[in-house]
């Protein structure tokens, strides 16, 4: 799962006693080489669906991390491009990779941004880093950012089915994380069960945004025949 260059367990385990912020600064020098970043096939699926509704003017990648969606948004922006990022450490790493960019520290949750100054905003693996209840000012804030008729995408796996290998695995994951989080501080929220498709088509009509689904047809499809991720654009 990891490359040989990639952490060691023991570097895992002090990152994941961290706080999120800390444990991705530590992460940050090896984080391309996990699983942790966003696969090329999905951004390349997600760049594919993005074309097809652009061209766009500037674009935002919250929770940028090293980058992976910088790409995406080069691809389809032709007005520059915008990372924000909680972590000084992943920052530096994208800064490294897109010189391109503007980068900003700052925290996704209170975005220190001008109203209305964006085309596209694009989140890639981070919704899981917010509790339920932290989403719909995550979603007004990133609404507020967008100009009118801007659009905030990003890609949505479909669940496992309950009791399969993926299933059991996430589950473990999610019981690991809140254990930890019983027992240790700072906290290191990271909990992917929590977002559904349904509760966050939801939020985002809450707060203003027309919702739409694309199938990431790349990634294929589950045995019913339904895609197995989908884009959701999300249009202010
Ligand atoms: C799993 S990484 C994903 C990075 C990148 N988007 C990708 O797909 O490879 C999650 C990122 O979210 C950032 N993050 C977590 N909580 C955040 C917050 N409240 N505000 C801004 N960034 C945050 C972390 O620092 C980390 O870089």
Same mark, same amino acid.
């Given at each position: 799962?990891?490359? =040989?260059?990639?952490?060691?367990?023991?570097?895992?385990?002090?990152?994941?006693?961290?706080?999120?912020?800390?444990?991705?600064?530590?992460?940050?020098?090896?984080?391309?080489?996990?699983?942790?970043?966003?696969?090329?096939?999905?951004?390349? !699926?997600? %760049?594919?669906?993005?074309?097809?509704?652009?061209?766009?003017?500037?674009?935002?990648?919250?929770?940028?991390?090293?980058?992976?969606?910088?790409?995406?948004?080069?691809?389809?922006?032709?007005?520059?491009?915008?990372?924000?990022?909680?972590?000084?450490?992943?920052?530096?790493?994208?800064?490294?990779?897109?010189?391109?960019?503007?980068?900003?520290? %700052?925290?996704?949750?209170?975005?220190?941004?001008?109203?209305?100054?964006?085309?596209?905003?694009? !989140?890639?693996?981070?919704?899981?880093?917010?509790? =339920?209840?932290?989403?719909?000012?995550?979603?007004?804030?990133?609404?507020?950012?967008?100009?009118?008729?801007?659009?905030?995408?990003? =890609?949505?796996?479909?669940?496992?089915?309950?009791? !399969?290998?993926?299933?059991?695995?996430?589950?473990?994951?999610?019981?690991?994380?809140?254990?930890?989080?019983?027992?240790?501080?700072?906290? $290191?929220?990271?909990?992917?069960?929590?977002?559904?498709? !349904?509760?966050?088509?939801?939020?985002?009509?809450?707060?203003? $945004?027309?919702?739409?689904?694309?199938?990431?047809?790349?990634?294929?499809?589950?045995?019913?025949?339904? =895609?197995?991720?989908?884009?959701?654009?999300?249009?202010?």
């Amino acid at each position: 799962m990891f490359a =040989p260059q990639g952490p060691t367990l023991r570097e895992l385990a002090v990152q994941a006693l961290s706080s999120v912020e800390h444990g991705y600064d530590l992460l940050a020098p090896k984080f391309d080489l996990t699983p942790f970043r966003t696969p090329e096939v999905i951004l390349a !699926s997600v %760049a594919g669906v993005l074309d097809g509704l652009g061209p766009f003017g500037r674009g935002l990648d919250l929770c940028c991390g090293t980058g992976a969606g910088l790409d995406v948004l080069g691809k389809v922006c032709r007005d520059g491009v915008t990372g924000v990022d909680i972590s000084a450490g992943m920052l530096a790493v994208a800064a490294r990779a897109h010189p391109e960019a503007t980068l900003l520290r %700052a925290d996704a949750r209170a975005l220190p941004l001008s109203d209305g100054l964006f085309d596209l905003a694009v !989140s890639f693996g981070a919704f899981g880093h917010f509790l =339920p209840k932290e989403r719909p000012n995550l979603f007004a804030r990133t609404y507020a950012a967008l100009r009118p008729g801007g659009r905030f995408a990003f =890609p949505v796996v479909a669940p496992f089915r309950p009791g !399969s290998p993926g299933y059991l695995a996430l589950l473990g994951f999610d019981t690991a994380m809140r254990v930890r989080n019983a027992l240790w501080r700072p906290p $290191f929220v990271m909990y992917y069960r929590g977002f559904r498709l !349904s509760d966050v088509r939801r939020e985002l009509a809450a707060v203003g $945004f027309g919702v739409e689904l694309y199938a990431l047809e790349e990634l294929g499809r589950r045995r019913d025949g339904s =895609p197995r991720a989908r884009l959701v654009v999300a249009t202010k």
